[in-house]
Structure formats: C-alpha cells, structure tokens
C-alpha cells in the first residue's frame, strides 16, 4: 500500500516567492496534519483537518501561510510570501478517525530552503 | 514551560547496553501517551503505545507515571540499528485529536 505521499521532496527557493506543498494521505484516512520541524523549535503541528475540515489551524504561524483540503485525497500548504525563516522540514501525516486514538502516518517531508 | 519536555542528549552507548530516556509532560490532563522513532532525515513512525500499567515489546519497556507526570522508554541490549532520534508524543485530554511532540532524545549507539 501507498504511504502518505508529499511533494516536492526538496525546494529551494528566494525570499518573497510563494511556495505550494502537496499532501497525498493515505486512502480511507480521515484525518489529515501538517507539521514543520526545525532543529530550534521541533516538530510543531500547524493545522489539522477531520474529513476535509479544518479543526484547528492555530499553529499556523501567520497570515502568509493557509492549507486547504479540496477533498479526502489531497491537501496544499501554502506559503506566500516566502521568508529565510520558514526554511524547515514540512511533514504531512495520516490517520483514520475512528476511536479516540489513531496511530498517525507520516509522509517522507518536504525540506524547504528559502535563500 | 514546554508541553513536553525531553533531554536531547546524545545519548552515546556500547552495543549490549541498557539505556534510559525520560520525557515530562506539563498538562496532567493528558489522555494517551506515545513513543515515536525518527531515524536521520526520515520521517517520524510510531514504536510504541505507553499504557498506564507499563508495557513492553520486546527489547522496549515504556513507562507511564501520572503522579510525576513523567514517561520512560528503556531499551535493553541495544542494537546499532536502535540509533536514532526518540520522540515522546502525548495527545491532551482536550478532545483534539492532534498530538504534542517533544524535540526528542538522540541515541547513538556504537560497535
């Protein structure tokens, strides 16, 4: 089976550029996160959705950045404008919504370079 | 304060040994507790549940103490394969189902 897929792999990009990374979760999950980890601050999560719905987006940074879910199979986060700072590791993760608790799958990431 | 709180080591052990990790949590209403492995440049997978009667799977022993708010991952006869980063993850008693990760504890083990 096909894990949580993300893409790009790797971006780099310049300041004040608008940057779109994209989400693929595992088919039949309900749940869809969107966490970023640095060295300095860890993993953080930033958004999360339950069937397509945004739950609680209060990790997100700033206004620069938004997610959307169009439907149950793929996911954007968006960054626009770019800034040095939003360089990290941007994971995407999965999981049913059935049960209180659900083990969380994670795709492989995003690493974002913003020069 | 942070949520969750883990010494980041590195953690630098012999193959065969015992090691340790320790994680605090500050919101004692916390449901649901979790260990997750991460190794280099890869992403987070889960590796263990941590119940309130301890638990273990194999070479891996959690550990769950709610009066001291406290959680432990003690690996036995550690392997070079055990290298990588262990992350505590709790999930709040708040109804989220969004979960709080601590920066993680490094773990190096060498021939």
Not at chain 1, 64 to 86: V, Y
Not at chain 2, 15 to 37: D, I, L, M
Not at chain 2, 82 to 110: E, H, I, M, N
Request: proline share 7%; hydrophobic share 30%.
């Amino acid at each position: 089976d096909a894990g949580v897929i993300q893409s790009p792999r790797h971006e780099v990009t310049e300041m004040g550029q608008e940057v779109t990374l994209r989400c693929k979760p595992i088919s039949g999950h309900n749940s869809l996160f969107w966490y970023r980890q640095t060295m300095m601050r860890g993993l953080e999560l930033l958004i999360y959705f339950n069937n397509n719905v945004p739950i609680d987006d209060s990790g997100m940074p700033e206004d620069r950045f938004s997610a959307k879910m169009p439907n149950a199979s793929f996911s954007t986060l968006k960054i626009q404008p770019s800034e040095p700072r939003d360089s990290a590791v941007y994971f995407c993760a999965s999981s049913p919504l059935s049960g209180s608790y659900n083990e969380q799958f994670f795709g492989p990431g995003t690493r974002l370079t913003v020069l | 304060r942070k949520e969750v709180e883990q010494d980041p080591g590195p953690f630098n052990v012999p193959e065969g040994a015992t090691v340790a990790f320790n994680c605090t949590y500050s919101n004692s209403a916390s449901q649901s507790f979790f260990w997750y492995r991460q190794d280099c440049r890869k992403e987070p997978k889960l590796l263990m549940s941590v119940y309130s009667s301890g638990n273990e799977d194999g070479r891996f022993t959690a550990q769950l103490n709610r009066a001291s708010q406290y959680i432990s991952l003690l690996i036995r006869d550690s392997k070079l394969s055990d290298s990588a980063t262990y992350l505590c993850v709790v999930k709040p008693g708040t109804g989220r189902r969004a979960l709080t990760f601590g920066s993680g504890t490094r773990l190096q083990v060498q021939p």
